[in-house]
């Protein structure tokens, strides 16, 4: 499908006002756009220990939405569920891509160190493919929770030692710039917004756990439509029932994401609004730590 600059200009302004920035940088957004919608920038998207959740939601992208995303931009260099091509096609596309280097790697899933053919791309071990697409890679951006700090497949008693893609990579003495998109899954405009940022504007500012600040820079809880009910103490006693969800388990009081403002499918609803507890699925801690509180109640005050 052709396209005018004026189609790219709109997806960047679209794109920036997702991630919640200036109109500055709209000519370099439209710029990664329409590299990308040529297959000049070179995305490789690898899956490890994943459900594939990540991918999924990536496809609920808005802003450009699934069919532009698709038609438009997503030529990415391979991906693991997305790509057209399949078998041998696919390995050779991948491994000419590795070869010729400089490409943004994305990372879905984590890594099983102790059990590496728990996870096979083609007949090769995530973990060795990882290491070699990472290498050559320019820059890699770690999707969801499982990539980024371990995730669900971590949870105890994680018998396939399964560790995050920065664990694998600082094994492998890999020094790469390494971007952090937690969340489980991530929302479809931090990602589709970063990977352009990281196209063609760069590195965006980051946290002590590599999380994107302009992303993850405030707590769920100071934005939520709660928060007023959180200082009269109206808490809801059951799902689904009105009030805050601090007494049946929210995490959004020590939860970083702009879920809160920004919402999910469109901005139709997100966990809170739906009555439920936040879970905390972009934590660093989430599912892995024994003590983690997917469901308990909040007794006391706000946790430490
Ligand atoms: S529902 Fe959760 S995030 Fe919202 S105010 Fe209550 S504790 Fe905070
Ligand atoms: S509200 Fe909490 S559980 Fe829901 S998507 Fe956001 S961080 Fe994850």
Not at 239 to 254: A, E, R, S, T, Y
Not at 270 to 294: L, Q, S
Request: aromatic letters at 6%; proline letters at 8%; one cysteine or more.
């Amino acid at each position: 499908m052709a396209m005018d600059r004026r189609t790219f200009l709109k997806d960047a302004g679209l794109l920036l006002a997702g991630l919640g920035l200036g109109p500055a940088l709209r000519p370099q957004f439209a710029q990664a756009l329409e590299e990308l919608a040529a297959g000049r920038a070179p995305v490789l998207w690898l899956q490890g220990q994943s459900c594939s959740g990540c991918s999924v939601s990536l496809l609920n992208s808005e802003r450009p939405g699934p069919a532009e995303l698709l038609t438009r931009y997503l030529s990415l260099y391979f991906h693991q569920t997305l790509s057209a091509a399949t078998g041998d096609a696919a390995r050779e596309a991948l491994e000419r891509a590795i070869e010729a280097g400089g490409y943004l790697l994305v990372t879905e899933g984590s890594v099983p160190l102790a059990v590496p053919e728990a996870c096979l791309v083609g007949h090769e071990p995530y973990g060795r493919l990882l290491e070699r697409a990472a290498r050559r890679a320019k820059a890699v951006l770690s999707v969801g929770t499982c990539a980024c700090f371990g995730g669900i497949p971590a949870a105890p008693p994680n018998r396939t030692g399964a560790a995050p893609t920065a664990q694998a990579l600082a094994k492998a003495g890999i020094t790469v710039p390494l971007v952090h998109l937690p969340g489980c899954p991530p929302h479809p405009a931090w990602m589709v917004g970063n990977v352009v940022h990281l196209l063609r504007v760069g590195m965006p500012a980051l946290d002590e756990h590599l999380r994107p600040v302009r992303t993850y820079g405030q707590l769920l809880h100071d934005q939520c439509p709660h928060f007023a009910e959180y200082g009269r103490q109206e808490f809801a006693t059951a799902l689904g029932g009105p009030g805050c969800q601090f007494k049946l388990g929210c995490q959004g009081v020590i939860t970083h994401a702009d879920c809160s403002h920004r919402g999910w499918n469109g901005g139709v609803n997100w966990c809170v609004r739906a009555r439920a507890p936040c879970v905390g699925c972009a934590r660093p801690d989430f599912a892995r730590d024994p003590a983690y509180a997917f469901y308990r109640l909040n007794e006391g005050g706000v946790p430490a």
